[in-house]
């Protein structure tokens, strides 16, 4: 079975400062994809960045990185430059074949707090 | 506004009663997801078609749930005889063939008393 794991339930940042939210996941498939996904408060689901599981290099995608270790299992988004418009849950999430099945798989997220 | 609609976005019903959610996703995405969130968790997958064929549904999908998709555009989501633990955001996404990321929609919160 596939599993994503997020052990920071909150952060906390200071506008224009870095913060990394940490992703780790489990799967028996060699292909698979990692997402980050935003979740304001308005409930709607922004996705962010993508990751293959056969991808070279790191994605970026403006002032969204994924820190992808491969050998780790661990897929840590690093925003850059926080803006407090940043502040919001986000969800690594994780697609995949498990069991015959291909499920994507959502962590339980992070609450980001970006503070002036 | 071209972006994937979910009607109603709130429904308040009592327990044992049956519920139907409507998603409209992006007109040109075949593939289409619901998911069920709960207060403090990730959205957890609960069935997903590719046009009108339903392809996966997750074990979470009990027998009261029921999705369609009959012309391949929109979908349907039934739960009969709803559960106070039935009470969830219920969340839909779209995407088009080939496409990585899911496009979701503002959802719909559920709450059963």
């Known amino acids: 079975a596939q599993k994503i794991t997020q052990t920071q339930p909150g952060m906390f940042v200071q506008e224009k400062e870095a913060v990394t939210l940490d992703c780790t996941y489990d799967?028996?498939?060699?292909?698979?994809?990692l997402f980050w996904y935003k979740q304001p408060s308005s409930g709607e689901m922004i996705f962010l960045i993508y990751?293959?599981?056969?991808?070279?290099q790191n994605a970026t995608e403006g002032r969204y990185s994924l820190n992808f270790q491969k050998a780790r299992k661990s897929a840590n988004l690093v925003i850059s430059a926080s803006q407090l418009g940043d502040s919001a849950m986000y969800f690594c999430a994780m697609r995949g074949r498990s069991g015959g099945s291909y499920i994507p798989t959502f962590g339980r997220g992070t609450s980001l707090i970006v503070h002036p | 506004d071209t972006g994937v609609s979910q009607d109603p976005r709130h429904k308040i019903t009592k327990r044992g009663q049956n519920v139907t959610f409507r998603c409209d996703p992006i007109?040109?995405?075949?593939?289409l997801y619901w998911y069920r969130q709960t207060l403090g968790q990730g959205p957890e997958f609960l069935t997903y078609f590719q046009n009108e064929a339903q392809l996966e549904k997750s074990r979470l999908l009990s027998d009261r749930f029921s999705a369609e998709r009959p012309k391949g555009s929109f979908s349907t989501l039934e739960i009969q005889r709803t559960e106070q633990g039935d009470s969830a955001m219920y969340l839909c996404a779209s995407n088009g063939e080939g496409a990585r990321e899911q496009f979701f929609g503002p959802g719909t919160r559920l709450t059963v008393l």
């Open positions: 990751q293959g599981s056969y991808d070279q």
């Open positions: 007109s040109e995405h075949n593939r």
């Open positions: 799967t028996s498939d060699p292909s698979y994809g």
